[in-house]
């Protein structure tokens, strides 16, 4: 099994922390969050990983080298730094899709089962499934009957499902990828509007994006709770 890592963001909400230090490898409970990753995938079977590498790209293949435990690293930068987007990443690193795979954002700390994703995808037979988690309150919230407060519930889950920035992707998913653009607004609408793109909701799994200082301090506090095989 092979897989993808968004690996190129700049992580401006984390500064000062991603002024030298790529947001991939920002730790979390002293860990990057890359090995909570890449271990994610290693026990799921993953054997090569492709890093789409932008902002300090250098200091990632330095840091990370060819290999991670039985993974084998490649990597995929953005030359110039030239912003090509997720979409144009992708693009970038067309050479390397030459089979069904995995793709992860690079600020995600989850434990989603990816047997079960890949089960799903297999059964559904589409070019692209895309992991869904539901939608977790930034506030409290109050239950009202008319004026009368009946319940007041801090921060809960919402009945509304979100993109986890976890996917299985078949390498045609690639030819429909722009040089530079998005894969959420590029390319992924015109494959909901053909019927080809499916969801697995990971309704048992811890997940987490890591995007400000706060969920850095929220994801610190969700490790010991991450379930990994192996």
């Not at 409970?29 to 932008?54: C, I, M, N, R, S």
């Not at 895309?130 to 506030?139: D, E, F, G, Q, R």
């Not at 987490?208 to 490790?223: I, M, P, W």
Request: glycine share 10%; proline share 6%.
């Amino acid at each position: 099994m092979k897989a993808f890592i968004l690996a190129g963001g700049r992580g401006r909400r984390l500064r000062p922390l991603t002024d030298e230090v790529p947001k991939p490898l920002v730790e979390v409970d002293g860990k990057p969050l890359l090995h909570y990753q890449l271990e994610l995938l290693e026990g799921y079977g993953v054997d090569e990983a492709v890093l789409l590498t932008g902002w300090l790209s250098d200091v990632v293949e330095d840091r990370m080298g060819s290999r991670f435990n039985s993974i084998r690293l490649r990597y995929s930068r953005e030359d110039g730094g030239d912003r090509l987007g997720t979409a144009g990443a992708l693009k970038n690193a067309s050479g390397y899709a030459d089979e069904r795979f995995i793709l992860l954002n690079g600020d995600v700390l989850t434990d989603v089962d990816l047997s079960e994703m890949w089960a799903l995808h297999d059964a559904e037979g589409g070019l692209v499934t895309i992991a869904t988690v539901n939608l977790p309150s930034p506030y409290g919230v109050l239950d009202c009957e008319d004026s009368l407060v009946r319940r007041f519930r801090e921060k809960p889950e919402l009945p509304y499902r979100i993109n986890a920035g976890i996917y299985v992707l078949e390498p045609e998913v690639v030819e429909h990828a722009p040089e530079r653009g998005s894969l959420e607004r590029d390319v992924l609408p015109p494959l909901v509007a053909e019927g080809r793109v499916y969801s697995f909701h990971a309704r048992d799994a811890l997940w987490k994006d890591v995007g400000t200082h706060k969920d850095l301090d929220r994801a610190e506090d969700l490790v010991d709770g991450l379930e990994v095989p192996g």
